[in-house]
């Protein structure tokens, strides 16, 4: 079965719930580790996240207001992130529009942004990410289901010139994780 590690805040209830509602609707794994329940003392190893990590198609990196204030969230998103791109894994920024300028965290490697609502149509957007997965592994004996995928528009920062595949509409602002950029792409 394909997996999905999910790198996020679990004080972000809403988002949690509507990506475990994509989920659920699909033959992929998904992973939420909260390195929260590591400060309370609960048992969830560093090691264990690794491994997750190494075991996933993908990270899916949930960068919300929460993520910016709470520092070690913050700074275990930014270490996942990284060693999902050691490992040669597609990272997926999503950020909810509404935080857009309240969020300022740096994600120095990424593959796909996707700015999103809490909505029906996001549920179906982030659904069929899901299913492109679908019959992928991480040893890459099937490639998954990518015409499943939404169409991205892959475009460069101006800024800090790191190409990636962006999923808007024209016209949308949205924010280069990569030096905190505001973009937006025309026509």
């Given amino acids: ?7 996020h805040s679990q ?22 580790m909260e390195y929260e329940k590591i400060m309370l ?6 090691q264990e996240i690794q491994m997750n990590i190494k075991n996933s198609m993908a990270c899916f990196v949930i960068l919300s207001e929460n993520v910016n204030t709470i520092k070690h969230t913050r700074d275990w998103i930014v270490a996942e992130s990284s060693l999902a791109y050691q490992l040669g894994k597609d990272i997926w920024i ?12 740096i994600i120095p490697f990424f593959t796909h942004i996707a700015p999103f609502d809490i909505c029906d149509e996001a549920y179906v ?22 015409k499943k995928r ?16 962006v999923y808007i509409r024209y016209g949308s602002v949205f924010r280069c994780p990569g030096c905190n ?6 026509k």
């Fill in 1 to 7: 079965m394909s997996q999905i590690f999910i790198s």
């Fill in 125 to 146: 957007f982030i659904r069929n990410i899901i299913e492109s997965y679908e019959g992928s592994t991480f040893l890459g004996a099937v490639s998954g289901n990518k």
């Fill in 41 to 46: 003392g609960r048992e969830i190893m560093p």
């Fill in 181 to 186: 950029q505001h973009l937006q792409i025309n």
């Fill in 11 to 32: 004080k972000d209830d809403a988002i949690i719930a509507l990506f475990a509602k994509a989920f659920g609707s699909t033959h992929v794994k998904h992973v939420f």
């Fill in 150 to 165: 939404p169409r991205g528009i892959k475009t460069q920062c101006f800024n800090c010139h790191r190409s990636f595949q």
């Fill in 94 to 105: 999503f950020e909810p529009n509404s935080d857009l300028g309240k969020i300022d965290v």
